[in-house]
């Protein structure tokens, strides 16, 4: 009785828990990419994929503003010369320029004058990669809806490679029979110990969806196209001081259980990220009346597919065999 009293106490928990932190901020210290960003080039490579990404996801946007992120690609385009200068990938480069490439066609087809990021873009290519062959993989593609109209016919193979993340969302109001049944789909999800340590807020209330989008702040052009939020909450009083970081990954296999079912539905949708500092994050739990014992992990933006063609972010995947180890 007097060990389990101990081993279950608060206040010794505290120094516990503090000691296990100590050593995970000491890792997080020298590996997390805001440590010497600019000295390490796969820690600079993660800010350019960032910011590579969110001028494809600008051309995914159904009422996209031409002449967009001007300032983001001349950053970008710096910042690369700079990867170079410290022995960054040649083939992520090129990735990257393949990118701007698109970037600046699509602009000049919405007929927004683009010398000025031509002219800069053409001059970083001869100096850096001038044998650079502009890959068709990247920036967006239009898709159809009958592309997605027959996906729950599909092999999970071809299943799973058709679904995309829309931010080209329709106008006709959703079933929302069919999230309901997306939500029983994933009450299968596993878990660990089959703890189900979750909590689903599902937001149809406009007023609420759009304090949550908000909040969230990364869909600004176009939250208001979306009729649903799905935000995903960890409990933590489901795991215990071994487990920490376990209520994100339990999290994050519902999450994506979830986005299979809204597609298996023939809904459009989207994952939006919750990864805040503290601050923000009681922000939200305030704003949205969540417990604190809750943590939002995901938040999901849905809503209706446009029955023609809409646009979506290629976002490029490396091969399997690139991050795989088999021994």
Not at 128 to 146: A, L
Not at 249 to 267: F, K
Not at 295 to 308: A, E, F, H, T
Request: glycine share 8%.
């Amino acid at each position: 009785m007097i060990k389990e009293y101990f081993k279950n106490a608060k206040w010794l928990l505290f120094f516990r828990l503090c000691y296990e932190k100590i050593q995970e901020v000491s890792v997080l210290t020298k590996y997390i990419a805001n440590g010497d960003m600019n000295k390490t080039a796969r820690k600079l490579e993660t800010e350019l994929f960032i910011c590579a990404h969110s001028i494809e996801k600008g051309m995914s946007i159904g009422a996209v503003r031409a002449g967009f992120g001007k300032k983001k690609v001349r950053g970008l385009l710096k910042d690369l010369q700079h990867y170079i200068e410290i022995g960054g990938d040649i083939e992520f480069v090129e990735d990257v320029c393949s990118i701007i490439n698109k970037y600046v066609d699509f602009n000049k087809q919405l007929g927004c004058g683009m010398d000025d990021i031509y002219t800069e873009f053409d001059s970083f290519v001869k100096r850096n990669v001038p044998s650079c062959v502009f890959s068709e993989e990247v920036g967006i593609y239009k898709k159809s809806y009958s592309d997605v109209a027959f996906a729950n016919q599909f092999t999970f193979d071809k299943f799973s490679q058709s679904r995309f993340s829309v931010r080209d969302f329709g106008e006709e109001k959703i079933d929302f029979n069919k999230v309901l049944s997306a939500l029983k789909i994933c009450q299968k999800t596993p878990s660990a110990c089959n703890r189900q340590s979750y909590k689903i807020y599902v937001y149809k209330d406009e007023n609420l969806r759009n304090k949550i989008f908000e909040l969230q702040g990364g869909c600004k052009g176009f939250y208001n196209d979306m009729q649903v939020a799905i935000l995903i909450c960890g409990d933590l009083c489901g795991y215990k001081i071994n487990e920490l970081n376990q209520v994100y990954v339990d999290s994050g296999i519902y999450g994506m259980n979830m986005l299979y079912a809204l597609h298996y539905e023939g809904l459009a949708a989207i994952p939006l990220t919750m990864a805040f500092k503290q601050k923000k994050i009681s922000l939200v739990r305030q704003q949205m009346n969540i417990p604190e014992n809750e943590i939002p992990c995901m938040l999901i933006g849905v809503g209706s597919y446009k029955k023609g063609e809409y646009k979506v972010a290629v976002s490029k995947r490396k091969s399997f065999e690139e991050y795989t180890v088999v021994k």
